[in-house]
């Protein structure tokens, strides 16, 4: 057990819809990061937040969007499902944020999230 | 961050060593090296990482070559358990931003 939590395990919903993915972190971690695997992409980097601000973007589609609230939880918002977006959605967190102490701060990964668009 | 050369597949008997490679010709002095696993249907974890050193904890062990441009895992005794796929990440000291890139890593099977 990795101290992250996320909810829901597993979601079913049709294209053109929206759904919320949220994540916990381990206690004390202040940065989270959203990735996304599916088969044909692998893991792929889309979002970080560190203490409640955006730190760095990666592949994220613009109808995707996040945020961190006070309590260091986090949820992904997805809009305009389409059939592609069927993955798994991994949330992680670490100590740090950024710059050198990300270097070697390990990330510690949720269960994720497994998104299926019908 | 630069990039990683890992083989796609490795296969390993149970309780016997095992050697996983990973390619970084263009390493920079300052790149950390990690790797991490991802097992059957779970996120990814965390195993090892190093700099310039070897580096061994409860899990693995990491063997860096002198020049730096490639590293090995050692998994001293395989278990069914280590069936995964594993991931070499090389993290910037300088500049980085702080996300993993994760590459194709290697299947590691292993057989009773």
Avoid at chain 1, 13 to 42: F, I, M
Avoid at chain 2, 17 to 31: A, E, F, Q, W, Y
Avoid at chain 2, 45 to 67: F, K, Q
Avoid at chain 2, 90 to 103: D, E, H, W
């Amino acid at each position: 057990d990795s101290g992250v939590t996320q909810t829901p395990k597993h979601l079913i919903t049709a294209t053109g819809q929206r759904v919320t993915l949220r994540c916990s972190p381990r206690s004390g971690d202040l940065s989270v990061y959203w990735y996304q695997q599916s088969l044909d992409q692998g893991l792929q980097f889309l979002i970080q937040y560190y203490n409640g601000e955006e730190r760095a973007k990666g592949n994220i589609l613009e109808r995707f969007s996040a945020q961190q609230f006070p309590d260091l939880h986090s949820e992904l918002n997805l809009s305009s499902l389409e059939l592609g977006d069927s993955a798994l959605y991994f949330c992680a967190s670490s100590v740090g944020g950024r710059g050198a102490l990300s270097s070697y701060n390990e990330q510690f990964f949720g269960p994720g999230t497994r998104l299926t668009v019908l | 961050d630069a990039k990683t050369t890992q083989p796609n597949s490795m296969e390993s008997n149970e309780e016997e060593p095992v050697h996983l490679p990973c390619n970084h010709s263009t390493i920079s002095g300052t790149d950390y090296i990690h790797w991490y696993r991802q097992l059957p249907s779970q996120g990814p974890e965390y195993v090892i990482h190093g700099l310039t050193s070897n580096v061994n904890n409860r899990m693995a062990s990491l063997a860096i070559a002198e020049d730096r441009k490639s590293s090995t895992l050692i998994l001293h005794r395989a278990t069914l358990r280590d069936a995964a796929v594993y991931y070499c990440i090389l993290r910037a000291l300088i500049g980085s931003q702080g996300n993993l890139i994760f590459g194709k890593g290697t299947k590691l099977s292993v057989k009773p």
